[in-house]
């Protein structure tokens, strides 16, 4: 996310009245409909979302971080849809905090905001605090070297309990090559990880995000629930998993911070 107080903006969708998305540098960040927190706009949101859903029974409510909170549409829909639910967002970028909070719905007492960077949050955080962890951490597009690296998933790992969830997105495009390595990246620590999107993505055919789903146990993730969610969703999606996820990833290497 930039830094620049004056490259962030949030405008009005023109074509939903109570739309309003969050733009760095003229790049869209988040969508949030000011009267409707149900409302996911981007795909990959949703994709998390459907995940999120699945990880426990309907409505009941979770300890979730969220490392990366721009306009907070996650935790918007998670205190709507579990409320109750304990979150806690963690913003490097003290600008976004503030003009979300000028110009958008007050969050629910059960979120709280912290200006922070999001290693130093989970290197902080106790262990087994956890149901979910959410990251979507960028500077403009790109994903910084050191919420990437083996090092950093292993301090997620600790703090999730167990049948916890880390959900990633992960921006890429052809051929791929960053989510490949952060699959490995995650496949170093946890014993079950699969990837979401469109198809197309999938294939290495466009640009786009991807989500990555990980838990502590090996087959531990509700592949088949998940598949039939990515298979809804507006935009019909795939899921990498088991063999098909070896494939994907052949010859990526975990990244570590010595690297």
């Keep these: 996310m930039s830094r620049a107080a004056d490259r962030l903006e949030l405008v009005a969708d023109p074509v939903r009245r109570t739309g309003r998305t969050l733009l760095a540098a003229g790049v869209e960040q988040s969508y949030v409909d000011v009267e409707d927190p149900l409302h996911l706009h981007f795909e990959y949101v949703r994709r998390i979302a459907s995940a999120a859903q699945i990880a426990a029974p309907a409505g009941a409510p979770l300890d979730v971080l969220h490392l ?12 709507a849809t ?9 913003e490097r970028d003290r600008e976004v905090v503030d003009l979300v909070a000028r110009e958008l719905p007050p969050l629910p007492p059960e979120v709280r905001v912290e200006v922070a960077d999001a290693r ?3 290197t902080a955080a106790p262990p087994d605090g956890y149901d979910l962890v959410i990251a979507d951490i960028y500077r403009a597009a790109l994903m910084p070297r050191h ?9 997620v790992a600790r703090t999730l309990r167990p049948g916890g969830l880390y959900l990633v997105n992960v921006t890429d495009l052809p051929p791929l090559v960053g989510t490949r390595v952060q699959v490995a990246t995650l496949r170093a620590v946890f014993g079950d990880v699969c990837v979401l999107g469109d198809r197309r ?28 969610a990515a298979l809804r969703d507006p935009v019909p999606g795939g899921l990498l998993h088991a063999a098909a996820l070896d494939t994907f990833i052949a010859g990526a ?3 570590t911070d010595a690297d």
């Design 68 to 79: 990366g909170g721009g306009a907070l549409t996650l935790p918007r829909w998670l205190a």
């Design 82 to 90: 579990r409320p109750g639910s304990r979150q806690l967002v963690v």
């Design 120 to 122: 130093d949050a989970v």
């Design 147 to 155: 919420v990437r690296s083996v090092e950093f998933a292993a301090e």
């Design 201 to 228: 993505m999938l294939r290495g055919r466009r640009y786009g995000n991807l989500v990555l789903a990980a838990t502590h146990r090996p087959g531990g993730l509700p592949v088949g629930r998940l598949a039939v």
């Design 253 to 255: 290497q975990p990244y």
